[in-house]
């Protein structure tokens, strides 16, 4: 009777074990999020007219983890998120970017990365850009 209890005693602390080392794995990072703010603009080609699909990225020139991207609607607008271990959070970390924009993939899959020339600065305000591609 007593190796029995024994056995019993020890599995149910071996399950209590498990299921903590279960929860503390699968757990987010104990960080906090950081601050984002809003970004939104318009991307339009060079023509002025708003380019109607495709994926914008700000990249930030000091910090490779620094990214937001957002995907360029039918009206050429976009807003940017940002992924924080695999979080989707709206806006951009405050900062300098360079941007680039990433044409949505034809049959043929041979568009390119544009990059765009110029530098945008994200604040803790409101954040609109209207973008131009160049020729």
Not at 19 to 47: H, K, Q, W, Y
Not at 68 to 84: A, H
Request: proline share 7%.
């Amino acid at each position: 009777m007593k190796n029995r209890l024994q056995l019993i005693l020890t599995k149910i602390c071996w399950s209590l074990v498990c299921g903590t080392l279960l929860m503390i794995g699968c757990g987010r990072n104990s960080e906090p999020l950081p601050d984002t703010f809003a970004v939104e603009g318009l991307l339009t080609d060079p023509t002025g007219t708003p380019v109607t699909d495709g994926m914008i990225m700000f990249q930030s020139p000091d910090n490779a983890e620094h990214a937001s991207q957002g995907e360029i609607q039918s009206d050429g607008r976009f807003r940017l998120y940002t992924l924080v271990d695999g979080e989707r959070i709206d806006g951009a970390r405050p900062g300098d970017y360079r941007a680039t924009y990433y044409p949505r993939m034809s049959k043929a899959q041979n568009e390119n990365p544009i990059p765009i020339g110029q530098s945008y600065t994200v604040e803790s305000d409101e954040n609109l850009f209207e973008i131009k591609l160049e020729e």
